[in-house]
């Protein structure tokens, strides 16, 4: 049941977001830091991001399986944060595994024989009278069906796989996929994340065993990555279809009740569709990934009147949120649409010109694009634009300290990238090293201990560790917010609670703020 929006406490302390060794060499190195006096009580939670396990492509998500990473992760590491009072939010893939994973090399090796054949989506045995079989053996689903699947790439997906007794077989392959023949053992060798078969009892109790991992590790909240994909069916967009992908979030929400965690699901979609709507009236966690184009729009425009709707919303029906600017993927814009009718989108949170007025500004400033396709190939929308949260702003670094103030007074847990606490530019040397399908490690730099000490002699810096520390520990954050002002180009947002107060008044012609708590007055 959806809890009584009165009753949340909005400050769930603010979240700091990095992979294991985006800082110095490991996650040692990042709890060194975060047991620094400049970074006491700046944070309560820490998502680590899935190459805290083993994995083998697209920076973790592509598991193999659940056991830490030894070369990256230390049990005194997650000691140490537990001391720190620091709370653990980690990635559960649901919808794929690595093709490195125990379950399929056991199915490579074994074939019709392995406990594990039904594991994964066998293409053809999925698609059987539903459509033809080509020339390459792989069944083209009728254009009815193959018209509304929703792609992640162009092209059927689907990777081949060599059984024992020599047949090929294509399967289900949403994300990223690669095949090369090994000569020195006439057999092929792969890359991928292959799509799990949530129709197979096994990949239920796989699931319930991971759940039970991470809560070991001192995870509080589970990030469901790509679980908007795990419910296939013939006929369906296969992107959340209903009411398959309910009953599924349902049933992974019993087993996380079980070890005491709590989900939030990650849903990229249109604001027009509304899914978050539904998501959240489940009564779940969800992600505000409209905030950070929102946020570019008001900054660039002088204009808070979307931003300031869209906040108001939240506040109105109850919405419990993570919000942040940047993350270890890229800005979203294809959230910020509104529903396709005849050709047009209508009411979304930004016009479609809006939106191209952000993608071209922070493509101009050196930012990447990244699409989807239709099953034909050729791209049917953007999808999110990848630049550092600072490069995205001109690397302007009062511009980035009134984003963040901002972030910090508005609803919602906020999540902190730690690129963007550290003014991070856009990285075009990891973009060419990583090749093609490299456009997201644009802002994926790890930062050298060397670096991070002279990062934390900038005003810049310390400013925001200044606004953090205030929205992780101040009494009024728990209690109500009001947004106190209609002039557009003015944010005037109060927290109170038991006679505790936090004020911010934001001008966007000055590009100056101040916030007022306790008599203490913070200005840019």
Known sequence: MKEDSKNIKRNQGVMLNAYPDSIGQNLGDIVSLLQREELANVFSKFYVLPTFFNSDLDRGFSIIDYGINQDLVKQADLQALEELGIELKFDIVLNHLSVASPQFKDMLEKGDDSPFIDFFINWNDFWEGHGEMNEEGVILPKKEYLDKLFMRKSGLPILKV???DGSERPYWNT?????????????????????????SEKVWEYYDNVLASLS?????????DAFAYLHKEIGETNFFNKPGTWEYLGRINDMAKKHNLQLLPEIHAEYGLH???EVANEGYMIYDFFLPGLLLHTLEKKNSTALMNWSEEIIKKGFKTVNMLGCHDGIPVLDLKGKE????????????VEIEEIMQLVIDRGGRVKNLYGADGKKISYYQVNAT??????????????ARAIQMFLPGTPQIWYLDLFLGKNDYDSVEKAGQDGHKEINRSTLSLDQIEES???????????????RNTHKAFEGQVEFKNNDPQVIDILWSSSGAYAHL?????????????????IKN
């Open 456 to 470: 934390l002699k900038k005003p810049a810096v310390l400013k925001q560790l200044e606004l953090i520390k205030l």
């Open 505 to 521: 008044i934001a001008d966007l012609s000055t590009m100056t703020f101040a916030i007022e708590y306790d008599g203490v007055i």
């Open 216 to 224: 070991k590790y001192g995870c509080k909240i589970v990030r469901l």
């Open 175 to 199: 994300f990223y996929q690669k095949t090369t023949f090994d000569e020195s053992q006439s057999k092929m060798s792969y890359l991928g994340q292959m799509d799990v078969n949530a129709k």
């Open 162 to 164: 060599q059984f024992p």
């Open 389 to 402: 949260y600072f490069s995205a702003l001109g690397e302007d670094e009062n511009k980035l300290l009134m």
């Open 341 to 352: 009718v005849n050709g047009f989108f209508q009411n979304g949170l930004l016009t479609d």
């Open 275 to 277: 899914l978050h709507d």
